[in-house]
């Protein structure tokens, strides 16, 4: 009986994680003028309206671009550092993991203050590069920690077969390691990139004037009460960042059962 | 040059970027505000740089900031509770079922790669005038006109709940997931009742996953100032808020300076009593 009552409480917990969520994309296909029930009818004007939306378009093209930008930059330092750690004997490792993740050990509110007030006074202004900037050094703890998590499963014996069998260290990284790698570097650029296409907490302080991410301007459009472009506008990302990393996971998965792994 | 010394070389020069980038855009930044909180904003609009302790007298002694600083850990206590009871029966449940173990952990990894700003909006489609909650309530006779249910207190700490308990859920789950169940069994066969072995047993090994999950939520709730802005009303402002209004609208960029470091120092006090007492390894495993 116990066990039938955390059974309902579960579904009940699990209907308050998607039922909001499920009637942003459901009302995304609302026929009526109104971003509301009642549903008058099934529609896709609202996704037409929302690609001929100039500040939109442009919205999506920062958030793409930053995005991008960000996992590039965030996932080359983050698989260096857990090269590093895991597989080298580094002394004072435990307090070097201890920085690498304090970006995210700060309240990002004040990692925020303090990144646009430095660099305002080092003379680098509110602008696409300060968004950067903040990006990966809020995205980069989370690369280290699924990249490392990862790396720890890659046995060390297949790099010392390629060595002993007259590869140099290079040929080895770039033949051997890196591909065996290459799932956890493609994972830890995903969650760069979504964590950085979701940022708003500190990209609101950072983004310049007239420059919007998609969740900026979601927030801006929130203050003129809520439309069925702002629904459709959510379905969108919803499809773009839960779609991505599942098919990226099946990529992950193909190669590595091409690779033997 | 030695093979040694090479050797010994390499993981610095790996880890330099990284640290690098840290060190220059998080651990100077955080000094230079320090600096920053004791200038002063004159009234021309410029900072004079200096030691003045005003901001810090204005932050420390207004009773304004006391009591939205009060009132945001208790939205942050309130959030953090409601997270474990609604969640911790959740985890438990994944942990011990069998078959779907798999579909109910990847549906609960979902929530972390649904955008904060359109999970938090999207109660103004359940609760406003002309939401879900309301139509549903006209349609079935209850009321006449729609309620106004949002902008309150209420519906922050709703919001944050929906933000936070997938943090809360997925760290009681690590950690009872690694307590073997026959424990559970050979407790039952001792002569316990099934509550009591939970009590006695489960639950005791399971807390340093609730204490993450705890830290978690309370940290990342009592640091947000878009929810409030979504779903409060005029008066709701937390912290955080405060820190925002400072920096970005009025400009006053030492005071919003002391006021972030307050809320720093507030918050890391808390990290810092967690690791002295548990140490970051479990808060990592629910992260990683």
Not at chain 2, 132 to 160: C, W
């Amino acid at each position: 009986m116990g066990w039938q009552l955390i059974r309902f409480w579960t579904l009940l917990v699990y209907l308050f994680m998607f039922l909001p969520v499920a009637v942003v994309v459901l009302l995304s296909f609302n026929a009526s003028q109104f971003g509301s029930f009642p549903m008058t009818g099934f529609s896709i004007r609202w996704f037409v309206e929302l690609a001929q939306n100039e500040a939109i378009l442009r919205a999506f093209r920062t958030s793409m671009i930053l995005g991008a930008l960000t996992a590039l930059i965030s996932t080359t330092l983050g698989v260096l550092a857990s090269l590093a750690l895991v597989r080298y004997r580094v002394p004072g490792s435990n307090l070097i993991s201890t920085l690498l993740i304090a970006p995210i050990l700060v309240p990002e509110v004040v990692l925020a203050v303090a990144l646009l007030l430095f660099l305002n006074f080092m003379s680098i202004n509110k602008s696409f590069a300060l968004l950067l900037f903040g990006h990966v050094i809020f995205t980069l703890p989370f690369v280290v920690l699924v990249v490392q998590a990862r790396l720890v499963a890659i046995r060390r014996d297949i790099e010392e077969a390629a060595l002993s069998l007259g590869a140099s260290p290079v040929q080895t990284f770039f033949e051997v390691t890196l591909p065996l790698m290459l799932p956890a570097v493609l994972a830890g650029g995903l969650f760069a990139f979504t964590i950085s296409f979701d940022d708003i907490t500190g990209t609101l302080f950072w983004k310049p004037g007239g420059v919007e991410t998609v969740p900026t301007q979601i927030f801006a459009m929130l203050r003129n009460s809520i439309s069925p472009e702002i629904n459709a506008l959510g379905t969108v990302m919803i499809v773009l960042t839960v779609g991505l990393p599942l098919l990226g996971a099946a990529i992950a998965r193909q190669l590595a059962r091409k690779s033997g792994g | 040059m030695s093979v040694e010394s090479r050797e010994a070389r390499q993981p610095w020069i790996l880890l330099s970027p990284a640290l690098t980038a840290i060190i220059l855009l998080l651990f100077v930044p955080l000094g230079f505000i320090v600096v920053y909180s004791f200038w002063l904003r004159t009234a021309t609009g410029a900072d004079q740089a200096g030691f003045f302790l005003d901001n810090w007298q204005e932050a420390l002694t207004d009773s304004f900031y006391r009591d939205i600083l009060l009132n945001t850990l208790k939205i942050a206590g309130i959030t953090t509770i409601v997270c474990a009871l609604m969640g911790y029966p959740a985890a438990y449940f994944i942990a011990r079922s069998r078959g779907n173990k798999a579909i109910l952990l990847l549906l609960l990894m979902l929530p972390f790669w649904i955008s904060y700003i359109i999970r938090t909006m999207s109660w103004i489609n359940i609760l406003g005038v002309s939401g879900a909650l309301n139509s549903v309530l006209i349609g079935v006779g209850i009321i006449d006109e729609p309620i106004q249910m949002l902008y309150n207190e209420t519906t922050v700490i709703l919001g944050l709940v929906h933000f936070l308990l997938p943090f809360m859920i997925l760290n009681v789950f690590v950690s009872l997931d690694g307590i073997d169940e026959t424990l559970e069994d050979a407790a039952n066969s001792l002569g316990a009742t099934r509550w009591q072995a939970f009590t006695e047993v489960t639950l005791p090994l399971s807390l340093p996953g609730l204490a993450a999950g705890g830290l978690l939520c309370f940290v990342l709730g009592a640091g947000t100032y878009i929810t409030p802005l979504v779903l409060g009303g005029p008066t709701d402002a937390m912290f955080a808020n405060l820190v925002f209004e400072a920096i970005i609208t009025q400009l006053n960029w030492p005071l919003g300076s002391a006021l972030s470091l307050m809320l720093l120092a507030v918050l890391g006090a808390l990290v810092l009593i967690y690791n002295r007492y548990l140490g970051m390894a479990q808060l990592m495993k629910g992260l990683g």
